[in-house]
C-alpha cells in the first residue's frame, strides 16, 4: 500500500478531529461532539487523531503530495493544536494571521455581511438618485426626511466649515462617541433579525435621500457639505452595514441553531462576529478621526476626495483582495 493509498484512507479520522475541533471552539467540550466523547474518553480520542494528523503530515510533506492535501493537514493540525494547547500568551503572528487572512476570509464569505452590504448601500445607492431627481421625483426627497430637516441641513452647510485645533480634538471625540452608538444600535437590534433590516433600510433611506437632495445644483451649501462629508464617508458608511451584520450573524444564530442548543449556537455566532464587529469598530474610529481633523479642515476638496478614494481602495482591497477564499479548508484528497 502507497503513502497516497494510506492516507486517502484516514480521511475519517480527519472528519472525526475537525468535528473535535469544532465542538472545542463552540463549547470548550468534546462531548458536544457526540456522547461517545464525555469526559477523559474524548480527551484521551482527541488527543490520538491529533497525533494521527501530525504523523499524516509529515508523511504527507515528506513523499510531497498534492499541495492542497499538505494545507489542508497543515490548518487541521493547527487547528487542533491550538485547542489542545491553549493559551493567554499574545502571538504576533498568530495576531497577523487572524487579522490580515482569518478575518477579511470569514468576513467575505460571511452571508449576513452581503445581505447587510446589499441593503444598506442598495438603498442608499436608490435614495440617492430618487432624492437627486427634482424634475422626476420633485417632492421625494421632503416626504422621506421632512421639508424641516431639508432647511435645517441647507441651513447647517450655508456658511464654510472652520475650527480651531481644540474644536477638531473635541469634535472627533464626540464623533467617536456618535458614530459608536450608531453602530450598537443596529448591533442590538440584529438579533430580533426583521427590525435589524428595517433600521438598516431606513438609514440607508435617509442618508441616500439627503446626500442626493444636497448634490441638486440650487441647493444652498452643496459645495460645503460634500467638503465635509467626501473624506469620512466611506468608513463610515461601511462600518454602519458591518455593524448590522454582526448583529445579524447573532440573530441568525438564535433562530437557526443547527441541532446545536441555542446557547451553542449563539455561542458559535458571537464567536464569528467578532470580527466583523472588531472591523466596524476600527472603520469608526477612523471615520470619527477624519470627520474631527479631515473633513472640517480648510484642505482642498482635491485632497479629501484622494483621502476618500483611497480610504475605498483600501476597505475593498482588505475585505474583498485578502478576503476572496484562496483554498477550502475541507479539500478531497487529490491523488494522481
Not at 57 to 80: E, F, G, I, K
Not at 111 to 122: D, N
Not at 276 to 284: D, E, K, P, Q, S
Amino acid at each position: 500500500m502507497n503513502i497516497a493509498t494510506l492516507l486517502e484512507k484516514r480521511h475519517c479520522n480527519w472528519a472525526e478531529l475537525e468535528r473535535l475541533c469544532e465542538a472545542m471552539e463552540v463549547s470548550g467540550k468534546t462531548h458536544k461532539a457526540g456522547e461517545q466523547y464525555r469526559g477523559a474518553a474524548g480527551i484521551v480520542r482527541f488527543a490520538a487523531l491529533y497525533r494521527g494528523a501530525c504523523a499524516d503530515l509529515a508523511l504527507a510533506d515528506a513523499y510531497q503530495l498534492p499541495p492542497s492535501t499538505v494545507t489542508y493537514l497543515h490548518r487541521l493540525v493547527a487547528r487542533a493544536h491550538n485547542q489542545l494547547y491553549r493559551s493567554g500568551k499574545f502571538s504576533p503572528v498568530g495576531f497577523f494571521e487572524l487579522v490580515f487572512r482569518e478575518a477579511p476570509q470569514q468576513i467575505f464569505a460571511d452571508s449576513c455581511v452581503r445581505v447587510a452590504t446589499i441593503v444598506f448601500f442598495g438603498m442608499f445607492a436608490l435614495s440617492m438618485y430618487l432624492g437627486y431627481e427634482q424634475t422626476l421625483f420633485p417632492s421625494f426627497a421632503a416626504n422621506v426626511v421632512g421639508q424641516g430637516q431639508l432647511e435645517a441641513l441647507e441651513s447647517m452647510y450655508e456658511q464654510k466649515i472652520s475650527g480651531s485645533l481644540s474644536h477638531y480634538v473635541g469634535m472627533s471625540g464626540f464623533y467617536i462617541m456618535h458614530n459608536t452608538g450608531i453602530g450598537l444600535q443596529c448591533f442590538a437590534y440584529g438579533i430580533l433579525l426583521i427590525p435589524c433590516l428595517y433600521l438598516l433600510a431606513y438609514n440607508g433611506v435617509a442618508l441616500g435621500t439627503m446626500f442626493g437632495y444636497m448634490a441638486r445644483e440650487n441647493t444652498v451649501g452643496s459645495d460645503n457639505f460634500f467638503h465635509f462629508v467626501t473624506a469620512h464617508g466611506p468608513f463610515e458608511l461601511t462600518a454602519i452595514a458591518l455593524s448590522a451584520a454582526a448583529g445579524l450573524r447573532l440573530g441568525v444564530g438564535f433562530f437557526h441553531t443547527e441541532g446545536l442548543t441555542r446557547i451553542d449556537s449563539m455561542r458559535r455566532s458571537a464567536h464569528r462576529s467578532v470580527p466583523i464587529m472588531a472591523a466596524a469598530a476600527t472603520l469608526f474610529v477612523l471615520a470619527a478621526f477624519t470627520e474631527g481633523f479631515l473633513s472640517p479642515s480648510s484642505a482642498p476638496y482635491l485632497l479629501k476626495a484622494a483621502w476618500a478614494i483611497m480610504s475605498s481602495a483600501l476597505i475593498s482591497f482588505y475585505f474583498v483582495v485578502l478576503g476572496f477564499p484562496r483554498a477550502r479548508h475541507r479539500l478531497p484528497m487529490q491523488v494522481e
